[in-house]
């Protein structure tokens, strides 16, 4: 059993997907080609907003986000501490500070009322600006966008939704990828929409971003590729990878409804014994990850292995935790509910063409 089965897929789309790279390779535009621009119109149209911007990978995406905001030195960020690291990783490569904020008890993501305080305390502490909110999609489902983006306009905060693993879920009728100033995602090959390398997308519906994200992407370019207006980046989705996620995005509203159906049966077998995730009324998930939460963690996955299902943790160090962080002064205990997930969480296989009985 796999705990995502891309063999699956590909052999579901091969035909297609084989025929999409065989026309790249007849028409030799590995960068930029017309794929690219093909795949932008897509992911735009799929998502409900003006600009979709792919890049080169899904944490390009967020530093294409902090160049566009001008997140500096002195900048304070808010985000979770219970995500992956490029979610954090990418303040600090820009010279801010990460705030950390701990997690909802119920859906995992980040929590508003932390939030809230965490930013009341920075302004009171008046060392740092605060500048910016990343909220994540944390295992496919989207952040509490009602609640927080009420708070970024309360503080004058820019909010950026890390969609990362929540593309294909939403809030009503507002899609992940839609939500705040401006988002991203990532096509890793694990992604619920992934290519078969590196890949990511920004989506906004500024005009401004916009074109800040599409100069930045390529060395900061002006209207001519050699009049260099800004210092940017080499962050360009290859050809290739567009022609692939072309034929996995016309495929991918199956998968997500193959993913639900996946999922309510993971809950109808296990919600009497196991903690299991919650989606809030009115939101779909995407189910990037199915997770479950127990303390006696260890000794479960072990079973699980006995049976041949594979289980993975996702994640089992937080970021205040993290040695890259240390210099910060967070403490054991500083976010007692993001602490309790990552001593208590692991994941069952979830993927587009998985069947639970």
């Known amino acids: 059993m796999q705990f995502i089965d891309l063999a699956a897929q590909y052999k579901h789309l091969q035909t297609k997907i084989d025929a999409r790279i065989k026309r790249v390779l007849e028409h030799g535009k590995y960068i930029m080609g017309p794929e690219v621009q093909e795949l932008e119109e897509k992911l735009a149209e799929y998502v409900g907003v003006k600009h979709a911007i792919t890049c080169a990978n899904g944490t390009d995406a967020l530093q294409l986000t902090m160049m566009v905001f001008g997140i500096k030195a002195g900048d304070a960020v808010f985000c979770p501490t219970f995500t992956f690291f490029a979610t954090a990783e990418v303040i600090s490569f820009a010279g801010a500070t990460p705030i950390f904020v701990d997690s909802d008890e119920a859906t995992f993501n980040i929590c508003p009322n932390d939030l809230e305080r965490q930013i009341q305390q920075t302004i009171a502490e008046g060392k740092l600006t605060p500048r910016a909110i990343i909220a994540v999609d944390l295992f496919g489902l989207p952040a509490n966008y009602p609640e927080l983006e009420p708070i970024a306009n309360k503080y004058n905060l820019k909010l950026i939704e890390d969609a990362a ?39 906004t519906n500024n005009d401004e971003y916009a074109e800040l994200v599409r100069s930045y992407r390529v060395h900061g370019k002006g209207s001519d590729k050699y009049d260099n207006v800004r210092i940017g980046m080499n962050s360009r989705l290859d050809t290739i990878q567009a022609a692939i996620l072309l034929e996995k995005l016309v ?61 993975v943790i ?11 962080f240390s210099d910060l002064g967070y403490r054991d205990g500083d976010f007692p509910v993001a602490e309790t997930l990552a001593k208590s969480v692991f994941s069952l296989p979830m993927h587009g063409y998985i069947c639970v009985k």
């Open 165 to 203: 693993q929540g593309f294909g879920g939403a809030i009503n009728d507002r899609k992940a990828g839609s939500f705040g100033d401006i988002a991203t995602t990532s096509f890793f090959p694990a992604k619920p929409l992934g290519c078969y390398g590196d890949g990511g997308a920004v989506f």
């Open 251 to 311: 495929e991918f509203p199956t998968e997500l409804i193959n993913r639900n159906i996946a999922a309510d049966a993971y809950e109808k077998q296990l919600s009497k014994t196991n903690k299991t995730p919650q989606v809030p009324e009115g939101y779909l998930s995407a189910w990037a990850q199915y997770t479950l939460l127990d303390v006696n963690r260890d000794a479960i996955m072990a079973e699980y292995k006995t049976k041949g299902v594979p289980t």
């Open 314 to 324: 996702y994640y089992g160090t937080c970021m205040h935790q993290q040695t890259a």
